[in-house]
């Protein structure tokens, strides 16, 4: 662990103004690696204890995952791994990975687009960084949160 809140860890990110995740897991010294011996269901996980990540080679949407470990890792103090899987629920801490996770993602887009944050478009975020369907209002509600905008039930809906 080296923050000890989702909201210190995320103020130090945006001190940087970076948010390529590769580059974010070398700055905080983190080991990160991916492993095709994970079971499939076993999307990722991580040892905040020890500062190390994996992620199944395997898995459809790396990004995701490996911005979901990261915040593991800067925020959480568990000597047992948390992983990320079809297993786990729904649990607080899981719930806060989810979110820091999709905040590095969306700031990242918005930085790679070249866009505003009143040009966000959840749809259009969530095919590039191929967020799984049952994510997507997760990811709408920090994008409202963190882009102070009000997405509503039309922007979630393709044309």
Partial sequence: MLFDTLSEALADIDSLQNYNLD???KH????FQYSSSLPNRVYG???PYTNTMFINSNTEYPERIKAHELIHCLVDDSANPLIESTYVSNTK???RADRGGFY???????NL?????????ILKF???YHVPE????TAGLVANQVLDISLDDDDFIAN
């Fill in 23 to 25: 580059q974010l897991i």
């Fill in 28 to 31: 905080y010294g983190i080991s």
């Fill in 45 to 47: 996980f991580s040892l």
């Fill in 93 to 95: 801490i899981e719930g």
């Fill in 104 to 110: 590095l993602m969306i700031m990242d887009y918005l």
């Fill in 113 to 121: 687009a070249g866009i505003e944050s009143s040009q966000f478009n």
């Fill in 126 to 128: 969530c095919e590039q």
């Fill in 134 to 137: 049952k994510y997507v209002y």
